[in-house]
């Protein structure tokens, strides 16, 4: 069974940075694509970020992009999303999401979530 654990989420100033990461276990972790998403309470969870399972492909949403940065290290199981720039409407819990497909497509695992806090 793959499980996900998040870390690295925490309180911060606008502008600041912060480096979320997840580590992954229970199946070869670098086969499969990657995802970050997030939510805020009372609204849907939104994509992120996300990686093939090779690393050489990424993706991000419109509101996030060039301040994001998603990568891996499939010798550490782990994925990582760096949150450069932050603004307060950044504020949510993060989601690390494995999926069942080496390219980018839908998640099937979820992390608990990792709390990023944006103060203005």
């Known amino acids: 069974q793959v499980q996900l654990v998040e870390s690295g989420g925490g309180l911060v100033q606008a502008g600041g940075s912060l480096t979320l990461s997840c580590v992954a276990s229970g199946r070869t972790f670098s086969v499969y694509a990657m995802g970050w998403f997030r939510q805020v309470p009372g609204k849907e969870r939104e994509f992120a970020a996300a990686?093939?399972?090779?690393?050489?492909?990424?993706r991000y949403a419109d509101s996030v992009k060039g301040r994001f940065t998603i990568s891996r290290d499939n010798a550490k199981n782990t994925v990582y999303l760096q949150l450069n720039s932050l603004k307060p409407e950044d504020t949510a819990v993060y989601y690390c999401a494995a999926s069942n497909f080496a390219v980018i497509s839908d998640f099937s695992f979820w992390g608990q979530g990792s709390r990023v806090t944006v103060s203005s």
């Open positions: 990686i093939s399972g090779s690393g050489g492909s990424t």
